[in-house]
């Protein structure tokens, strides 16, 4: 994914991370298929079709993360695939398999399969320091490493959802990465300081 004019997926597109690195990835000279949830909402989509490069490189797709075959259409033809898309939800959750887990790992296992499927070169998969820590039992005067992971088992007797949605997807893609020889690469991004203008223009999308 280094070459200008190659076609790539933004998963999460309408979102403060996607649409900065879609606004990036035109500019650049790339074609994007970008995911929203919803075609016939402005609030996703306006903010996207009014960057530079957009009217003739910009492809919208509507996706359901657990809608295999609207993400597999929205994967071909792509070289590469970011993945970002994944609720984002910290207050109280009524039902955590539902509104977090089951979007987050195997909406992250459908963007993988269909990516191995249609021949894509390399997956970016954005994690989240949330798949670091809380992790108790590592040692507190040891820095944080590639092995250091957020405890599952304490994350469930907390209810802490989130973090367990993200570390179980991150897992999961490491282990498809492994098993099936697909490039993936994770970043694992913490609290996001916006210092320039927001090419998002709601609150909800800066969070996503």
């Known amino acids: 994914m280094s070459h200008g004019g190659e076609t790539v997926c933004v998963t999460g597109g309408s979102g403060c991370i996607g649409s900065w690195l879609i606004s990036l990835l035109l500019d650049r000279g790339y074609t994007v298929h970008a995911t929203v949830k919803d075609l016939n909402d402005e609030k996703e989509t306006k903010h996207l079709q009014a960057l530079k490069g ?3 490189r910009l492809h919208l797709h509507q996706i359901d993360l657990l809608d295999y075959d609207s ?7 792509c070289a590469g695939v970011f993945h970002l ?8 959750v009524q039902d955590p398999e539902k ?4 979007p987050a790992i195997k909406g992250t296992m459908n963007v993988l399969t269909a990516s191995k499927e249609k021949g894509v070169k ?20 040891v820095l944080k490493r590639e092995d ?23 897992k999961a893609a490491w282990e498809f990465a492994k098993e099936k020889g697909l490039d993936v690469v ?6 996001r300081h916006e210092t320039g203008a927001l090419v998002t223009v ?7």
């Not at 509104?99 to 089951?102: K, N, S």
């Not at 970016?124 to 005067?141: F, H, R």
């Not at 994770?186 to 609290?191: A, D, E, I, R, S």
């Open 54 to 56: 957009a009217e003739t």
């Open 71 to 77: 993400i597999s259409a929205a994967i071909d033809g």
């Open 85 to 92: 898309a994944s609720p984002c939800i910290v207050d109280e």
């Open 99 to 102: 509104q977090l887990l089951d």
């Open 122 to 141: 390399r997956v970016v998969v954005t994690s989240s320091i949330s798949a670091i820590t809380p992790s108790p039992k590592w040692p507190a005067d």
């Open 148 to 170: 250091c992971w957020t405890d599952v088992e304490y994350c469930k007797q907390n209810g802490f959802w989130y973090p367990l949605s993200k570390t179980l997807a991150e």
């Open 186 to 191: 994770v970043v694992n991004p913490g609290l």
């Open 202 to 208: 709601t609150l909800c999308g800066i969070g996503q």
